[in-house]
């Protein structure tokens, strides 16, 4: 069966707009599909495909607390009636990080480059688009105050940097008990990214509701793609699935990734099965 996942449109970092991912999704004979824009789902609503079992469904950033990386853990909905709740903490977030859009260019016009935040702000809130600091880069570099997006970076917006405002994310266990309370089956999304962080994390949070690892990810070849599934069934999880793709620029992936029939099917119950876990 193909599965996708985990995607993206421009109600996040995605170029296309929801409705298109989703008849790209179609295109690909996608069987089940979630759109899992980043900390939002503005989207869910527009990105159905035909035939196909969608879910609603986001990716959520979150704080690792002991070492400070950003992990990105997959949601979806399976109907609780908490999700709403998940939804307005993700809301409250993105407030967050509209402030501090504000802030950074406060900080920015007192180096002498001024950036209007205020329509970025104003899209993003109509959109669900969420912001940060590759937003201002770019509207730096078309106003010329920075000769490249690296440039940006290096001289104004690095990490703990004279214009950096450091981001209040939701911590690793505070998006997993949200999940918790809204029965969302929830998955490390491209723990490659992560490494053997992301074996320990499987570890220490399978008993806190992770019950996936995002196993069959594009890109992967036979030997690393073994190494999840290893994980997951030495832990008792879900092998789950997606392209993480962005567009058609997006040359390394297409929507859809297939998995093996028993791999299906209980990746299947796991989303729908009334007896969830």
Same mark, same amino acid.
């Given at each position: 069966?193909?599965?996708?996942?985990h995607c993206?449109s421009t109600?996040?970092?995605?170029?296309?707009?929801?409705?298109?991912?989703?008849?790209?999704a179609?295109?690909?004979?996608?069987?089940?599909?979630?759109?899992?824009d980043?900390?939002?789902?503005?989207?869910?609503?527009?990105a159905?495909?035909?035939?196909?079992?969608?879910?609603?469904?986001?990716?959520i950033?979150?704080e690792?607390?002991?070492?400070?990386?950003?992990?990105?853990?997959l949601?979806?909905?399976?109907?609780?009636?908490?999700?709403?709740?998940?939804?307005a903490?993700?809301?409250?977030v993105?407030?967050?990080r509209?402030?501090?859009?504000?802030?950074?260019g406060?900080?920015?016009?007192?180096?002498?480059?001024?950036?209007?935040?205020?329509?970025?702000?104003?899209?993003?809130?109509?959109?669900?688009?969420?912001?940060?600091?590759?937003?201002?880069?770019?509207a730096?570099?078309?106003?010329?105050?920075?000769?490249?997006?690296?440039?940006?970076?290096?001289?104004?917006?690095y990490?703990?940097?004279?214009? $950096?405002v450091?981001? /209040? !994310?939701?911590?690793?266990?505070? +998006?997993? &008990? *949200? #999940?918790?309370?809204?029965?969302?089956?929830?998955s490390?999304?491209h723990?490659?990214?992560y490494?053997?962080l992301?074996?320990?994390?499987?570890k220490?949070?399978?008993?806190?509701?992770?019950g996936?690892v995002?196993?069959?990810y594009a890109?992967? $070849?036979?030997r690393? /793609? !073994?190494?999840?599934?290893?994980? +997951?069934? &030495? *832990? #008792?999880?879900?092998c789950?699935g997606?392209?993480?793709?962005h567009?058609?620029?997006?040359?390394?992936?297409?929507?859809?990734?297939?998995l093996?029939d028993?791999?299906?099917?209980?990746?299947?119950?796991?989303?729908?099965?009334s007896?969830?876990?």
């Open positions: 069966m193909r599965f996708e996942l993206h109600c996040s970092d995605g170029t296309e707009a929801p409705s298109a991912v989703a008849s790209r179609a295109e690909r004979g996608v069987a089940v599909f979630a759109l899992t980043h900390d939002t789902c503005a989207g869910t609503a527009a159905v495909v035909a035939g196909a079992q969608t879910l609603r469904a986001v990716e950033s979150c690792e607390p002991a070492t400070g990386r950003t992990i990105h853990l949601a979806y909905d399976r109907g609780g009636a908490a999700w709403a709740a998940l939804e903490k993700l809301d409250e993105r407030q967050a509209l402030n501090r859009m504000r802030m950074m406060a900080r920015l016009a007192q180096r002498g480059i001024r950036i209007d935040v205020e329509p970025m702000i104003e899209d993003a809130a109509r959109s669900g688009r969420t912001l940060g600091r590759p937003d201002l880069a770019r730096m570099v078309a106003a010329g105050a920075a000769s490249s997006f690296k440039d940006a970076f290096a001289r104004h917006l990490d703990g940097g004279p214009v $950096d450091p981001n /209040r !994310a939701l911590t690793l266990p505070e +998006a997993l &008990a *949200l #999940g918790r309370a809204a029965n969302a089956a929830m490390l999304a723990p490659h990214l490494d053997h992301g074996v320990q994390l499987c220490q949070h399978v008993a806190d509701g992770l996936g995002e196993a069959f890109g992967y $070849d036979p690393e /793609r !073994a190494r999840w599934i290893e994980l +997951a069934d &030495a *832990l #008792g999880l879900v789950t997606g392209s993480d793709w567009g058609p620029e997006d040359a390394s992936a297409q929507p859809g990734v297939d093996p028993a791999r299906s099917d209980a990746l299947y119950a796991w989303l729908f099965s007896s969830r876990r």
